[in-house]
């Protein structure tokens, strides 16, 4: 049995119960072969990777607070704090109910490669809390965001750990969660960020993921000499990333036809329109069966079915493993010609194989989604230096960033005799960097 299988049983037979760990783990060390394979007898002495797929700490705690009716209520909090080898652990806080630690480990092994992937100094984190923000007043979730606070601002700071937004976590729970550390510690300083623009937040943030996927997207493909305007795109998901990922996408030529909720989905044959999405999702915080009284051409249908609709480009925008192999199937019957993941994992491993055995150019999540990490980065330092740059600034930024990304993964690929495996290519890219640290540092 070679290295990389004995690491994959051992990670599986420690972390029972953790199918979304067990995934990533093999998902990225099943594309490290030929790296690992190079370079084993220094990575197995080293134990190198035992020691990338063991968290350097999981922290479990409880989180009591107080409802509107004078309830008390309990939620279980997170933080993985996975590798800091090339800087302070970052990553989100995501706010869900089907929170556990699985999900969180597999978040912060991600992290690890997609932060890598930046070319910024940052290491691999992720946490986050069964806690539902939806139907709860802002009361409700200012006492949650600070009794969770409470807990968190004990291993957190601008130099240890930087977490940020995630699903259920907007600007809205950043804000109390922030004021909350700053007023446990007494001090000021960029521990989080996604913050408001008044308290040290950066412009671009908001637009950072859905933007990022777009220029990794229209890089890939005009790297394969293909234009993205005048294709159409089907979007999953309604959220921060989707919306900004069907702005930029029309932006830049395409016409984007489908969103979607945990309810349902959107196809509007005239293309998705990014005004009224923001209204219902950014405003009234409703549900998508309200889009079809800004637009009566569209067809609202509930469940799944968004990868069922005809397009050029797929890009899956709302939570893990939403994309399975039949809709793969569906893409590649009806002509798609590339996948870009706006979420984490939003596509299964069977589906990937699929997608890329019939040459569908795939760009994984942890470089297509990385620029919201990449401008929290650019917030950091933003407030290190007691700075504020225009909006023009970070997104000129974020784009060179992204650009960057999809040709260190292609280089990557290319050199191992991959060319053309966009997920090879970033996993090897973003562990030679943090591997090459690892080793450096010692046994730490």
Not at 117 to 145: H, N, W
């Amino acid at each position: 049995m070679g290295y990389v299988d004995e690491v994959i049983e051992r990670v599986i037979a420690k972390n029972p119960g953790e199918p979304e760990f067990h995934q990533a783990v093999k998902e990225v060390l099943e594309s490290l072969r030929p790296v690992v394979e190079a370079n084993e007898e220094v990575y197995r002495r080293e134990a190198l990777l035992e020691r990338i797929t063991e968290p350097d700490r999981q922290i479990k705690f409880r989180v009591p607070w107080v409802d509107d009716k004078g309830q008390v209520q309990v939620n279980v909090g997170y933080r993985v704090q996975f590798n800091n080898a090339i800087g302070p652990y970052k990553g989100g806080l995501r706010l869900h109910p089907s929170v556990n630690i699985g999900i969180i480990k597999f978040l912060g092994f991600e992290q690890i490669f997609k932060n890598s992937l930046t070319s910024l100094p940052i290491g691999g984190g992720k946490g986050g809390s069964d806690f539902d923000p939806k139907g709860k007043s802002d009361r409700e979730v200012m006492a949650f965001c600070q009794s969770y606070m409470t807990e968190l601002g004990k291993y957190i700071g601008a130099d240890v750990d930087v977490p940020a937004g995630d699903i259920g976590t907007g600007a809205r729970e950043i804000g109390y969660m922030f004021g909350q550390y700053k007023r446990i510690q007494g001090m000021f300083e960029g521990v989080l960020t996604g913050k408001g623009l008044t308290y040290g937040g950066s412009l671009g943030r908001t637009q950072a993921t859905g933007y990022g996927l777009l220029y990794l997207t229209n890089e890939m493909l005009k790297c394969n000499g293909i234009e993205l305007a005048g294709k159409t795109v089907c979007v999953s998901g309604s959220g921060n990333v989707a919306t900004y990922a069907v702005e930029k996408a029309q932006q830049l030529g395409a016409k984007v036809v489908t969103v979607s909720d945990s309810t349902g989905w959107v196809y509007d044959p005239d293309g998705i329109d990014v005004a009224a999405l923001k209204e219902i999702k950014e405003v009234k915080r409703a549900r998508l069966t309200e889009y079809k009284n800004y637009r009566p051409n569209s067809e609202y249908h509930e469940g799944r079915g968004v990868w069922s609709v005809k397009c050029d480009v797929a890009l899956p925008c709302a939570t893990q493993n939403e994309l399975l192999l039949e809709d793969a199937k569906m893409l590649v019957a009806n002509g798609c010609i590339a996948v870009a993941e706006g979420a984490n994992m939003p596509t299964t491993l069977e589906a990937t194989k699929y997608l890329q055995e019939n040459k569908v150019l795939f760009a994984p999540g942890k470089a297509a989604n990385a620029g919201g990490v990449a401008t929290s980065a650019l917030e950091m330092s933003q407030n290190s230096e007691r700075l504020s740059w225009s909006f023009e600034e970070v997104d000129a930024k974020l784009q060179g960033i992204m650009v960057n990304i999809f040709h260190n993964l292609d280089d990557a690929a290319r050199k191992y005799g991959h060319e053309g495996d966009y997920v090879v290519g970033a996993n090897i890219a973003g562990f030679e960097k943090v591997a090459t640290a690892m080793l450096a540092q010692g046994v730490c």
